[in-house]
């Protein structure tokens, strides 16, 4: 759902549109939310950041910004990473569909394994709410995880 918010309000990690830059946003991120979160909830987080920035790089459009615009917040039980970009966002119904069903695998039928959606469908199990937002006349992809009692 695209919608208004407040916005992060936490100075953006920038990183260029180049798969290349994934990691060091990564290990930006991680020092960010050093101490804050547990070691799955760590490692929660890293995973949809890489695949949504990885999606964000591939799928961009070319008349994009080259810049990509990371924001990262704590708050008493919740961690809120949100993705900018200059690219219109993907459809909302690939975010809609996206979840568990995408990952399943028949092991008699491998030529049925879709090429795509895996990662939508890991970022949308791994955190408690994705959703796109408009801030300030650009849209995010915003992914919440709820914290509290130190758990997924």
């Given at each position: 759902m695209t919608g208004e918010t407040d916005p992060l309000s936490v100075e953006p990690i920038w990183i260029e549109r180049d798969?290349?830059?994934?990691s060091r946003a990564s290990e930006a991120v991680k020092n960010r939310l050093e101490g804050e979160l547990t070691q799955e909830q760590a490692e929660a987080v890293d995973l949809v950041l890489t695949e949504a920035l990885t999606n964000t790089i591939r799928h961009g459009t070319v008349q994009s910004a080259i810049q990509i615009g990371i924001y990262v917040q704590t708050g008493p039980g919740f961690v809120a990473v949100e993705i900018a970009d200059s690219s219109p966002p993907?459809?909302?119904y690939l975010l809609d569909e996206a979840g568990a069903d995408k990952l399943e695998v028949d092991p008699d039928n491998l030529a049925s394994l879709s090429e795509g959606g895996r990662g939508l469908s890991l970022i949308v199990m791994l955190m408690d709410e994705v959703?796109?937002?408009?801030?300030?006349?650009e849209v995010r992809l915003r992914m919440l995880l709820r914290t509290r009692n130190g758990s997924l």
């Open positions: 798969l290349a830059e994934v993907m459809p909302q959703a796109y937002v408009r801030v300030d006349g």
